[in-house]
């Protein structure tokens, strides 16, 4: 299985800053089928990019995703008071999916 | 619009098992991928297996082999997880996930149940 690590684990930032939030695989994966979801307490998470770098309809333009291989990265251009949360990426393109371990966008 | 409902929360002794389902409307599960994704208290999503779309093959993450059987009745709209020989750290909520993926890996629809608590506990 694809095992993805997501780097780093909290990112302690004000709002109207640039958050960067890392994905590394441990094999490569193609970025058709790489994935990014946000999760806030007590809801299911909610898909924000496709392929790597195709926003999910309804997502601000302010977040953007890139990357090829093994490493993807989520940008988050500035921060948003609802932008805080938890943040997870996804491949999607093998028999087994799997998902990062999160990273956590934190108010400073 | 789409909905997924899931079933309610569950209470489990150790060694018991669990059948979770969640019913769809507004999709056709059978062009859906749908995945079962569960996530432990203050922990991180933890995919568990899908519903291929079309041929109806179940994938399971190799940490969940012979212990979990997803399924899907077409008639009904609804997916069902069950998950067997029941531990205490299989305490977590379970999320079904229903996604219309296109070649390219094109996600034309993402949606989420409302997920349910299994709680095992002696």
Known sequence: EVV???SPGTLSLSPGERATLSCRASQSVSSYFLAWYQQKP???????IYSASTRATGIPDRFSGSGSGTDFTLTISRLEPEDFAVYYCQQYGSSRRTFGQGTKVEIK | ???LVQSGAEVKKPGSSVKVSCKTSGITL???ATSWVRQAPGQGLEWMGGIIPISGIANYAQ???GRVTISTDESTGTAYMELSSLRSDDTAVY???????LARGVIIGDYWGQGTLVTVSS
């Open chain 1, 4 to 6: 993805l690590r997501q």
């Open chain 1, 42 to 48: 007590g809801q299911a998470p909610r898909l924000l």
């Open chain 2, 1 to 3: 619009q789409v909905q």
């Open chain 2, 30 to 32: 059978s062009i859906y």
């Open chain 2, 63 to 65: 940490k969940f082999l």
């Open chain 2, 95 to 101: 999320y079904c996930a229903s996604a219309y993926i």
